[in-house]
């Protein structure tokens, strides 16, 4: 590491106060960036990982049940910004169903799951610089939700963006905030330790953690999962997901061929030329949910063990310093993926779970599905689904794209989607209220009003 910019980079960390083990994290992956690593793997080097357990399949026994759950702690992912869909704050806080946002509905889900089971069962999130404030107001409206002396949050750390020309820390007079990054989920691991709440957890009696991301409120508190967890003795676990056609861009699970290890491959570490074998779902049967599942005292050893550096893949994310601005300074952000930590843990195993518990929002097409009548929420406050098939919704970026846009077009709520098969909208359209969707609707490139009460689609009224 000859180069000026990993001295300049580490320096720019400590003075901003970050965690000597983050430090020498970061410093792992800048001596891969100047190797050369892209982080990609070819189709090659793997095997298609074909038959994991199912959750369909699993038994457990009720009293030891019980006693895992009582030894759990939720874990939430809650640094995104929900950049993507307009937003500047935490995608968590934005409105979800019945004036409820994903705060509310998460931390709801996990005081229904404590009253049913009698089990201690704290909620914490990971946030990053940019959500802490605005989610720690959230969570003060709600008094019972802490659990003993466990914080309800700790912070992900933050890392320099690097120029991509010569790898010292971008510069950005116009807002410094968007110098830095985070370093991806993968960063879970250094965070958790440095930030001293892995031993905490352990120290009050806390065995297991339950990991999702705070826009998938699929992942209800669940006492099977634990017990199966917990009976395999393993150090970690990922929640795998059936592969359809509209789950091509997920990550999978795929056997290394040199030593015969479950690893994670997600579309940036897919060589350009091979996507057509990472797409295909029948080659790659199951997608990864980013639902993880640890074992603490085997996740303790592991750090103690490497010495805070877990060693995960490098993702090299290729980025312009201000991603609102596509001509501001081409940068790369050192990430990783937390789930990519299955190669890491000895033992590692993953198991196949039903569709209900992966119900992320990613775009605002995903924001209409579940804010509709094709789905409710069910004393667990879990997001039930309410029909057969969930209609696939189609919203024409130009307007619908970002949340400022989309939420004018719909002034009295989202359509009803009960008796819908598909939405395809391709214009600027204004949604009155009570509108029905029925069968297929396609409503055309011309835009316009849909009046209050209307029905469309193919699938006449009456």
């Known amino acids: 590491?000859?180069?000026?910019?990993?001295?300049?980079?580490?320096?720019?960390?400590?003075?901003?106060?970050?965690?000597?083990?983050?430090?020498?994290?970061?410093?792992?992956?800048?001596?891969?960036?100047?190797?050369?690593?892209?982080?990609?793997?070819?189709?090659?080097?793997?095997?298609?990982?074909?038959?994991?357990?199912?959750?369909?399949?699993?038994?457990?026994?009720?009293?030891?049940?019980?006693?895992?759950?009582?030894?759990?702690?939720?874990?939430?992912?809650?640094?995104?910004?929900?950049?993507?869909?307009?937003?500047?704050?935490?995608?968590?806080?934005?409105?979800?169903?019945e004036g409820k946002t994903f705060l509310d509905i998460i931390v709801e889900q996990v005081l229904a799951a404590r009253r049913g089971t009698g089990s201690r069962l704290p909620l914490i999130f990971m946030n990053s610089f940019r959500t802490r404030e605005d989610t720690l107001e959230v969570l003060a409206k709600h008094p019972d939700l802490p659990v003993g002396d466990l914080p309800l949050d700790f912070l992900q750390n933050k890392e320099p963006k690097l120029r991509a020309d010569d790898l010292t820390p971008a510069s950005w007079e116009a807002d410094p905030d968007l110098e830095w990054c985070p370093p991806g989920h993968g960063d879970i691991y250094t965070a958790l330790q440095t930030s001293g709440l892995l031993e905490k957890l352990l120290e009050a009696g806390f065995k297991y953690a339950s990991v999702s991301n705070s826009d998938n409120l699929g992942t209800v508190p669940s006492p099977v999962l634990a017990s199966w967890f917990a009976s395999t003795g393993a150090p970690y676990a990922a929640e795998l997901c059936r592969r359809t056609a509209a789950d091509r861009k997920g990550g999978h699970l795929a056997v290394r061929r040199s030593d015969g290890r479950l690893i994670l491959r997600d579309t940036a570490q897919t060589p350009a030329e091979e996507m057509d074998f990472f797409t295909d779902e029948h080659r790659h049967p199951f997608f990864h949910t980013n639902n993880l599942w640890f074992d603490l005292e085997q996740m303790a050893a592991v750090l103690e063990e490497r010495d805070g550096v877990m060693g995960l893949p490098l993702i090299r994310n290729e980025k312009t310093v201000d991603p609102a601005d596509p001509e501001s300074t081409p940068v790369?952000?050192?990430?990783?993926?937390?789930?990519?930590?299955?190669?890491?843990?000895?033992?590692?195993?993953?198991?196949?779970?039903?569709?209900?518990?992966?119900?992320?929002?990613?775009?605002?097409?995903?924001?209409?599905?579940?804010?509709?009548?094709?789905y409710a929420l069910d004393e667990r406050v879990a997001l039930v689904q309410q029909v057969e098939t969930v209609p696939e919704v189609s919203l024409t970026a130009g307007s619908y794209k970002l949340i400022q846009d989309f939420e004018p077009r719909f002034p009295e709520g989202v359509p009803s989607l009960k008796e819908a098969t598909s939405l395809d909208v391709q214009g600027d359209w204004t949604f009155g209220a009570d509108v029905a969707v029925v069968g297929d609707a396609v409503l055309g490139e011309e835009g316009g009003v849909v009046p209050e009460g209307a029905r469309v689609g193919t699938t006449p009224a009456g």
């Open 332 to 374: 790369y952000q050192v990430e990783t993926a937390m789930g990519a930590a299955i190669e890491v843990f000895d033992g590692a195993t993953a198991i196949v779970v039903g569709r209900d518990r992966f119900l992320p929002v990613k775009a605002t097409s995903d924001l209409l599905l579940v804010r509709s009548d094709a």
């Open 1 to 97: 590491m000859s180069t000026d910019g990993l001295a300049a980079a580490q320096q720019k960390m400590a003075d901003a106060g970050v965690a000597r083990t983050a430090i020498d994290v970061f410093t792992h992956y800048y001596g891969q960036l100047e190797e050369g690593v892209t982080g990609t793997i070819p189709e090659d080097t793997i095997e298609p990982y074909l038959d994991p357990p199912r959750l369909e399949d699993v038994k457990v026994d009720v009293g030891h049940a019980k006693e895992i759950f009582d030894q759990l702690a939720i874990i939430n992912l809650n640094g995104g910004l929900g950049t993507s869909m307009g937003l500047d704050r935490a995608k968590s806080l934005l409105p979800v169903r």
